[in-house]
């Protein structure tokens, strides 16, 4: 029964963070329910915890891996958020904090869901919880950026409602009575009316590519991410894009099964080359540092995309690199977000010298600018060349070739905004921001990523290699 203690202790503890009235002792029910949720996690992966509620609540293999990433970068951030609320003494948190925890509720729920409908409500659940956190601020433009996102992400939602409706349908064919259990689908995909499994593979990568920000749907990532506080951003871009990645791989699973595999193929790596390329044309004389890290995202949403479209090899790179991508954009985030506080803008004509006025912040964002661009020894130059190697071994040389030169091309334009603010002497104080000095707090958190991401490039523990070999495994082999 530990799953559905899982889903209780962030949300137990969201009933807790409501109810104390004092804004400096509500921030320290995040740690203690992340850490508590971190030992139930690992827990469960070590001793597998069988399927509930008619094996609508269970965990597959892509599940625990994506499980055991939310909760650690969660717990990553719910260190940061203490110290980050000191010096927001000005804001109330009690809405911030229960909405932090029903996400981390809610990103547990999609990765145990193994029934369609089930994982549509989970994922749009921590689309209504992440929503509050983007106008924490209270500014013009948070509150634009915040009903953007709310906009898109109902469109995109309702579009993967329609494919599951479709996906349902294309069943009846063989089945009068589908169920919308994902074994089910998969067992019996092989009969399904393959026009109706095509419509509706289409309207879930649309869906749910606008919950991860494919393009051309991530129209809502820059605003979101360039206006919501560094951790809410962290969350965004390594949390709920890894969710939707999962529902796409899931829904891909069934329509490889019912023999679409050139297909889904096609239109991963499609959209995969069309984000990494919108992404290296935004990217370039980006001023927000912010907003950089947002087009930077659609660029990794490219590459797990391109990657899944690949396959074999290609797809455990995607996978690995989807844990490389949330903790090295962890690390970027909560960087962003201190020396936006320090400077008192994100914007590279006010922000230089970040390495001098803030040692640490600074220099784990120089870091984690080159860990996210593929350089070594960090842990996405690994999964990014495991993708490349299976591109031209599989003797898709244009596909690879374009691949490298998207790359090249998002390194240069965010070596251009990161050199411009880590790099220089920073302005007078009385120009540009407060007093703010990297703590504890604020500043282990950074080290904690940065090591994470530096470990995954030395040396991948057994365990870890066992879950995305046991992933790789799950998502090729048909029932």
């Known amino acids: ?67 055991l990433l939310i909760s650690t ?24 904090i229960p909405c932090l925890l029903i996400f981390l509720a809610g990103a547990t729920l999609v990765t145990c869901s193994q029934q369609l409908g089930l994982m549509w409500i989970a994922i749009e659940s921590t689309a209504l919880s992440t929503a509050p956190m983007i106008y924490f601020n209270r ?7 915040t009903w953007k996102y709310l906009l ?26 589908p169920t919308l259990l994902f074994s089910h689908l998969v067992r019996h995909a092989g009969a399904d009316n393959a026009v109706w499994l095509k419509i509706a593979f289409v309207f879930l990568l649309v869906g749910y590519g606008t919950k991860m920000g494919l393009a051309p749907m991530h129209t809502w990532k820059p605003d979101a991410y360039g206006e919501a506080p560094g951790v809410v951003g962290a969350l965004l871009a390594g ?12 829904v891909d699973r069934v329509c490889i099964a019912g023999g679409l595999q050139t297909y889904t193929s096609h239109l991963l790596i499609g959209m995969g080359l069309l984000s990494m390329a919108v992404a290296a044309v935004f990217v370039l004389g980006q001023k927000d ?41 962890g690390m970027l985030f909560l960087a962003a977000g201190n020396i936006h506080r320090s400077y008192g803008s994100k914007s590279t004509d006010d922000v230089h010298g970040a390495m001098r006025r803030l040692p640490l912040s600074g220099t784990v964002f120089m870091l984690g600018f080159l860990a996210i661009t593929g350089s070594p020894p960090f842990g996405p130059f690994v999964s990014l060349f495991t993708i490349l190697n299976a591109a031209f071994s599989a003797h898709l040389f ?19 905004t990161v050199l411009t603010v880590v790099l220089g002497r ?22 904690l990523s940065c090591l994470l991401v530096l470990m995954l490039g030395v040396h991948i523990p057994p365990f870890l290699s066992h879950l995305l070999h046991q992933a790789q495994t799950f998502m090729e082999v048909r029932p």
């Open 152 to 177: 898109l992400s109902s469109v995109g939602i309702a579009l993967a409602l329609l494919g599951s409706f479709f996906l349902v349908y294309a069943s009846l064919a063989n089945n009068p009575h």
């Open 426 to 447: 920073p302005l007078p104080r009385k120009q540009s921001g407060n007093i703010y000095r990297d703590g504890l707090l604020t500043g282990l958190p950074l080290i």
């Open 139 to 145: 500014t013009p433009l948070s509150i634009e950026a």
């Open 289 to 329: 540092i912010k907003r950089m890290l947002a087009y930077s995202s659609v660029e990794q949403m490219g590459i797990l995309a391109l990657g899944a479209g690949i396959g074999g090899p290609a797809l455990f790179g995607a996978i690995l690199q989807m844990i490389n991508n949330a903790l090295t954009k």
């Open 239 to 250: 949390g709920l894009t890894s969710l939707a990645f999962l529902a796409i791989l899931r």
């Open 398 to 416: 244009l596909i690879g070739g374009l691949f490298l030169l998207l790359l090249l091309l998002v390194f240069i334009g965010m070596g251009r």
């Open 1 to 67: 029964m530990f799953l559905p203690i899982l889903i209780f202790i962030p949300l137990l503890a969201a009933l807790a963070a409501g109810a104390i009235t004092s804004n400096t002792v509500r921030p320290w029910i995040m740690p203690l329910a992340a850490s508590l949720h971190f030992a139930a996690v690992l827990t469960v992966l070590i001793v597998p915890a069988a399927p509930i509620w008619g094996g609508w609540v269970a965990l597959d293999p892509p599940g625990k891996l994506t499980l």
């Open 73 to 96: 970068l969660f717990l990553i951030c719910s260190m940061y958020i203490v110290g980050y609320l000191r010096y927001r003494t000005e804001r109330s948190n009690r809405v911030l």
